[in-house]
């Protein structure tokens, strides 16, 4: 079945000419078509731009120089604080920490919950709840404190279509539960998790909720004051924006009673040797030069991306993801792992091929000139679940096209043909 295309972005062919690496040519001669989004998104040319111009002209240290130079450094750096601030509707700018990606944002929230005092401290008896679903960066951040402290760590497991078992939601979440942790988006399944829902009932019971945005942040409009997070992260190389760069939000009276993450400059007030005393919120968490050339971009990406508005690229992307389900389900031999109903979903879309490993399937998609991923995208508990070791995953984005989606089904049918397994 051919799913209705009437989603799709206007204006497609000039949105993708503002990707350079769109127009790139592979070995022999083959145009690439890029499935890879979940993993990284390709950038757009003002954001190369932005960067470029920053290193060229106004190239200094933040919150430390006082010439020009600086001045101007500082004032971009806290500008693109301002822009993800407005991002994530987050009721202060002080609340927006830039970490090097979400992995350390979410250890972040981990370690400093471990060191707390007082009641934010987590501790023996005390209980930590993530899902089946999570990437290992919301898993063993959790791990770590809890086998550290003492603490229980629980989790909601998986359906069979590929969405959370809230059955025993009320036996997980208890007096207690003293954080819950989960995606918004899975990076494997796809499913979009009721964070909300979930969120009232973990505050009923005095619980901190902890989100990984990281595949929600490029698709959906995120409001923190909504969903009703205490803590949420995201990276900026799935928004069109740079590697080397992530954010952590924070209600900012949480942040003002938890310690520091890592020691060094300008996250200090005062230094002596016999002890030190710390800045608030958010340079308490920034120790360090930051990455303030990726800060920079990441602005610029998210200024990008609300001017073509988050609900449209949501659109495009349901659009994309049911063109790529209904052509799936009309191969035979290829299963789906994750909800089928776009409504439900985001569009990274893992399947199995039945007889063929998924990195030979990778392989041949590339020999086509086509890059998807293949393995277990950093979800192994999510694949034990459903009893497979990897599996193949498409992602497509704001950039990609309905033609790009049929070549792919092609080549999976070529791969199949190659292993003579149809």
């Excluded at 509707?89 to 927006?96: G, H, I, K």
């Excluded at 799935?238 to 020691?263: D, N, Y």
């Amino acid at each position: 079945m051919t799913h209705d295309l009437d989603g799709l972005l206007p204006g497609l062919d000039v949105i993708r000419k503002d990707f350079p690496i769109l127009e790139r040519r592979l070995a022999d001669d083959l145009p690439l078509v890029y499935l890879d989004s979940a993993n990284t998104s390709q950038k757009p040319q003002v954001v190369i731009d932005s960067m470029v111009d920053h290193l060229e002209r106004h190239n200094a240290n933040v919150a430390r120089a006082m010439h020009q130079l600086g001045a101007e450094a500082n004032e971009a750096f806290e500008s693109a604080r301002d822009t993800v601030a407005r991002f994530v509707n987050a009721p202060s700018r002080d609340e927006v920490i830039f970490t090097k990606n979400a992995s350390e944002a979410l250890n972040l929230v981990a370690n400093t919950l471990a060191w707390a005092d007082g009641p934010l401290g987590v501790g023996e008896g005390d209980r930590v709840v993530i899902t089946e679903m999570e990437h290992h960066s919301n898993i063993v951040p959790w791990q770590l404190l809890t086998q550290r402290k003492g603490a229980e760590l629980r989790w909601f497991g998986l359906t069979d279509d590929g969405h959370l078992d809230l059955s025993n939601i009320d036996e997980l979440i208890t007096e207690r539960t003293k954080v819950v942790a989960l995606t918004w988006v899975s990076n494997m399944l796809g499913t979009i998790n009721p964070v909300a829902e979930i969120a009232r009932r973990a505050h009923e019971v005095g619980a901190l909720v902890v989100v990984d945005a990281s595949q929600a942040a490029p698709q959906l409009r995120v409001d923190v004051q909504a969903v009703g997070a205490d803590f949420l992260a995201f990276t900026g190389h799935k928004v069109t924006g740079p590697t080397g760069i992530g954010v952590l939000w924070g209600r900012h009276e949480l942040l003002a009673q938890l310690p520091p993450f890592l020691g060094g400059g300008e996250m200090i007030e005062t230094v002596a040797m016999e002890r030190s005393t710390y800045a608030a919120p958010p340079h308490r968490f920034e120790a360090g030069t930051p990455p303030i050339a990726e800060a920079v971009g990441l602005a610029t990406a998210l200024d990008y991306l609300a001017e073509i508005g988050l609900d449209a690229i949501h659109r495009h992307e349901q659009a994309l993801t049911g063109h790529l389900l209904g052509g799936l389900a009309d191969i035979p031999g290829v299963t789906v792992l994750g909800p089928l109903d776009t409504t439900e979903r985001g569009g990274a879309v893992a399947f199995e091929i039945e007889g063929v490993h998924p990195h030979d399937v990778a392989q041949l998609l590339d020999s086509r000139g086509i890059a998807v991923r293949a393995g277990h995208h950093c979800a192994k508990p999510a694949h034990k679940r459903f009893g497979v070791q990897s599996s193949t995953r498409a992602s497509s984005y704001l950039y990609t096209t309905p033609s790009e989606v049929d070549a792919l089904l092609e080549g999976i049918i070529a791969t199949q043909d190659y292993f003579k397994v149809r």
